[in-house]
């Protein structure tokens, strides 16, 4: 069979539109709003003093320790959505006819990981360790979070 006679076996889709103004809303955002949290962190007076441009000058804006720290966020993330209960429904019908299943527990996770916080905070007031390694690693965890994204 030729190249153009040859019918595809999935059904065209409707045109949806776009949001954020389409592609060049999304590179605006996805480049932007990067720069926008380092601007902030690094040139706010309050801030500035704070957090401040790090010491080692440009390397000092990565750390390998902060993204272990973050990648084990996002792997508790992880184990939490795998492990708490929540309720399963079925995505949109897709091209194929087939539907994803999705889980919805977001908001336990996030209950369970602020309740931690909570407790932590309770416990230790602001010298929390998680609160303390967020304010004296801020623009690390901007970094680490950016290159993971």
Not at 77 to 85: D, K, M, R, T
Not at 114 to 139: K, S
């Given at each position: 069979?030729?190249?153009?006679t040859?019918?595809?076996?999935?059904?065209?889709?409707?045109?949806?539109?776009y949001e954020f103004?389409g592609?060049?809303?999304a590179?605006?955002?996805s480049?932007?709003l990067p720069l926008?949290?380092?601007?902030?962190a690094?040139?706010?007076a309050?801030?500035k003093?704070?957090?401040?441009w790090?010491?080692?000058?440009?390397?000092g804006?990565?750390?390998?320790?902060?993204s272990?720290?973050?990648?084990a966020?996002y792997l508790?993330?992880?184990v939490?959505q795998?492990a708490?209960?929540g309720l399963v429904?079925?995505?949109?019908?897709l091209?194929?006819?087939?539907r994803?299943?999705?889980?919805f527990?977001a908001?336990?996770?996030?209950v369970t990981i602020?309740?931690?916080?909570?407790?932590?905070?309770?416990?230790d007031?602001?010298d929390?360790a998680?609160?303390?390694?967020?304010?004296d690693?801020?623009?690390?965890?901007?970094?680490?979070?950016l290159?993971?994204a």
């Amino acid at each position: 069979m030729s190249k153009s006679t040859r019918k595809s076996v999935l059904p065209a889709t409707k045109s949806h539109g776009y949001e954020f103004q389409g592609p060049p809303g999304a590179l605006v955002l996805s480049l932007g709003l990067p720069l926008v949290c380092y601007l902030a962190a690094l040139t706010l007076a309050k801030l500035k003093e704070e957090a401040g441009w790090p010491q080692d000058g440009i390397w000092g804006l990565a750390s390998v320790r902060v993204s272990g720290f973050v990648l084990a966020y996002y792997l508790l993330s992880l184990v939490l959505q795998a492990a708490l209960p929540g309720l399963v429904q079925q995505g949109v019908k897709l091209r194929s006819g087939a539907r994803l299943e999705y889980k919805f527990n977001a908001f336990s996770s996030a209950v369970t990981i602020l309740l931690g916080a909570a407790i932590g905070t309770y416990l230790d007031g602001a010298d929390f360790a998680l609160w303390t390694f967020i304010w004296d690693h801020y623009t690390q965890l901007i970094t680490a979070n950016l290159a993971i994204a």
